[in-house]
């Protein structure tokens, strides 16, 4: 009895003294709905899974839940829900952005299954989220309506087809440079999520940076040349707010390249994307310098019945902070790793994701305290495994090579990657900063 006392917390220690068994009791107690895994669904599930969203069924209620249990007991405890495939015993392990289940969720959700999925007391459902309208702006709350909305040409998709990239032009409108703090890109209706694979907004503008000109120059069909990147859409991926004292750089005459990927799916839908960019106040400018690159390899070369590693390298010619990491691949993905090479030739493995979804594109979004800071001279390296076996259940076809292609059946080797980019002297006062949090940490 003293053993099992010292295994729970004091209160149920001290309960289960007057009253032997308890604790086991307590300990036991089969999870229900309402108070246990609506809570649990709310926070890490309703985004998509609610009534005219993405998913395929809505787990907002007990009854829109009860007949999904054994299917949600197997997708959680594989971790195949929610979808979030960063290997967290490699690199960095905190994001903003983290939807995945603690074991502890894992446990309730498992548990509550495992116990006949009971529904529980009613009085015990936490209040029913209220989601933002689909066809609102998702930062409205933030900052208003966006300052300045750019659509693509509509598009119309026959029921069936071969897969489409449509890529219009549209003129930003802009006289004047202006810094922009959030961005939001998506289609614009319900229907058009459903045959739009990702959306790809380009800024062409003529850049005034040299040492960004590479990286941010006007437009180029070579998949190496990181062309005017600005902002992608996919499922799982909806905006991007800057951090405090970084943003975009807009230049007067810049146009939207639009690169949009459309699917056929049993019937003729016609959409358009939408892009919603939030300023900074006229005359307020970030101290740093947001871009978004595209880092990797732009040929991969994957023999049939292989694995296959793929290596691309992007040097930093300024010292940066990078902000978040999106892989990119197609059917054949397997695993991606992004690793830093510092001048000094120490290595570190930045993150690592070992268990590739070509169906959802995570942007993992660094917590603010251990987004990566890197000096001028860094190589970032991004190497990418792609499995071209029968083992991959995703494999159209094992035995045929594969080469680099926009096609669904092609492949591509790259991640997205948002850098801040800093003064030799702002860097240094970022490290001290760091440093200094660390230490009141400990």
Known sequence: MLTRILGVSAAVAALAVLVPGAALAAEDETPTFTKDVAPIFQAKCEACHRASSIAPMSLVTYQESRPWARSIRERVSTRQMPPWHIDRTVGISEFKNDRSLTDAEVDTVVRWVDGGAPRGNPADMPPPI????????????????????????????????????????????????RWVRAIELRPSTTAGRRITHHAIARLEQEETDPLLQNAVATGSDDPLNNSGLFMEWAVGKQGELMRPGSGKLMLPGSRIVWDVHYSAVGEEITDHVELGIYFYPPGEEPE?????????????????????????????????????????????????????????????????????????????????????????????KITAWHDNTAANRANPDPNVWVG???????????????????????????????????????
């Open 130 to 177: 209220e989601w933002p309208d689909e066809s609102k702006w998702y930062f409205a709350e933030l900052f208003g309506a966006p300052d300045l909305v750019i659509a693509s040409e509509p598009y119309s998709m026959p029921a069936e087809a071969n897969d489409a990239w449509w890529k219009p032009v549209s003129d930003t409108g802009l006289t004047e440079p």
């Open 288 to 380: 740093h310098r947001q871009v978004l690159h595209l880092m990797g390899a732009g040929g991969v070369d994957i023999p049939p019945n292989t694995v296959s590693v793929t290596e691309g390298f992007f040097p930093l010619k300024r010292a940066a902070r990078i902000e978040s990491f999106q892989p990119h691949m197609h059917l054949r993905g397997k695993a991606m790793a992004m690793e830093a090479i510092l001048p000094t030739g120490r290595r570190e493995v930045l993150s690592h994701v070992g268990d590739f979804n070509f169906n959802w594109h995570n942007a993992y979004v660094y917590a603010d305290d251990v987004a990566p800071l890197l000096p001028k001279g860094t190589l970032v």
């Open 404 to 442: 680099y292609g926009d096609r669904t059946v092609d492949e591509m080797a790259h991640a997205w990657v948002n850098v801040t980019y800093f003064t030799d002297e702002d860097y240094e006062t970022e490290v001290a900063a760091r440093a200094a949090l660390t230490d009141n940490d400990d």
